[in-house]
């Protein structure tokens, strides 16, 4: 009975224990709960030239966010502008995605011009930072070639239709988007945020400030659909391009083309004058190849193309003729006219300027002439094989030798037949001043 009124008691005790155990872990659990919770926002930074590497960099940064359910995906860009087919390519997964897309224009001092403006505009929330605009948004020809005034007038058509899409299906400003491109009007934060409607959404002076102010928002998506973003406290995760990415982008840069080029058609041009080199036909085809990677995704004009390689084709060949320094100067002249005109676009990122050009081809200049001067100092040493390498050879007599009768002399280690035109006793030391099949013509020392 004792031990029955012991066990009793004893379950009692541990209700109790449980009873005060159970509100402490649930408020445990209630305060880990938010952190658990928290809601993710992946933030990629987009600083180049819209092209096929900026545009993978982007899709595949909106993927991740729809595969990990991100609350929101934060842009932020800096571009002059970029290719129309990689824009559409962006704008397209940013419309298609799952998570919202935020486009932030930052920070102060930055700009999202051409290709850059359609991409704020398509974005769920667009937003610019103090100091920055947006705009200059009209088409330009990518090839160098003359576009007739009816297929300029329809491209216009064609982007501006663009635009004005991307514009009422975000309820943004249609009238100002479409003169961004007939216009090329460009809008600071302020005039693209009191137009009515408005070009953006929020003006904020970073990636924190914005979240702070988008918090609560309700966002109007694409197909109609709204959706409330929650970014209080949220998990900001920077989404890096990969070393690959990084590269190829680098390489894309009109300073860095215009350098492989010239590497690659110098590099290939010394390995066709002298076969076997193999180092500088290996180094120049790279360079070549990457060249011509870059060149595709910038709006090249050929003419510009040809001229910088008729400008080096000329440089090498003032190494095999003579011109007294006629090709030399036309090579450098070809150069220079070849880089000004070889990236036909309007903005000044993509184009080549004089401060860069001038240096690069006084440079190649300069290899011109160190490899001109070894040409010349190669044509001036002795030859040292062959019937030439014989004359001025030195020997040794090694019977007498009389005029218009054969002896025999011994030049380089080998015994040879040799004429004389006065008497060598055996013995002289003689030298070779002729060579006729395998006799040679001596004299004296």
Known sequence: MQAFRLRIRSAILWFAVLCLLLPAVAAIRALQAPAASAPIVLSA??????????????????????????????????????????????????????????????????????????????????????????????????????????????????????????????????????????????????????????????????????????????VRRFDGSTTTLRT?????????????????????????????????????????????????????????????????????????????????LLLGLEIKITSYGALTIGGLISLVFGAMILVDAPEPELRLSLRFVIPVVVGFAGIGAFLVRLGVKAQRQRAVTGDAGMIGARGEALSDLEPGRTGQVKVQGEIWKAVASKPIPRGSPVVVTAIDGLTLTVHTK
């Open 45 to 218: 930074e987009v600083d180049s030239a819209i092209h096929p590497v900026s545009a993978e960099y982007m899709v595949q940064t909106l993927d991740r966010a729809d595969r990990e359910g991100a609350a929101l995906v934060v842009f932020t860009l800096r571009t002059p502008g970029g290719l129309v087919d990689s824009t559409r390519t962006i704008v397209t997964h940013m419309i298609a995605a799952k998570t919202p897309v935020a486009v932030f224009v930052g920070p102060s001092g930055a700009r999202a011009a051409s290709a850059g403006f359609f991409i704020t505009i398509a974005a769920d929330v667009a937003a610019m930072a103090p100091g920055t605009h947006i705009g200059a948004a009209h088409p330009v020809t990518g090839g160098g070639e003359r576009v007739d005034e009816t297929m300029a007038k329809k491209a216009t058509q064609d982007v501006a239709a663009y635009a004005r899409t991307l514009a009422e299906g975000r309820r943004r400003n249609i009238q100002l988007s479409e003169q961004a491109v007939r216009e090329s009007r460009a809008f600071t934060e302020r005039e693209a945020a009191s137009a009515t409607p408005p070009l953006i959404d929020v003006i904020a002076q970073d990636v924190p400030d914005l979240l702070r102010k988008l918090d609560g928002r309700v």
């Open 232 to 312: 209080a406290g949220a998990t900001v995760t920077d989404i890096s391009m990969s070393t690959r990415q990084r590269l190829l982008s680098a390489i894309a840069h009109p300073e860095i083309a215009f350098l492989l080029l010239s590497l690659g058609v110098l590099g290939l041009t010394i390995e066709f004058w002298n076969p076997g080199s193999l180092l500088p036909g290996i180094a120049g085809g790279v360079c070549l190849l990457l060249a011509f990677f870059a060149l595709q995704l910038l709006p090249v004009n050929y003419a510009g193309f040809l001229l910088i390689a008729l400008g080096l």
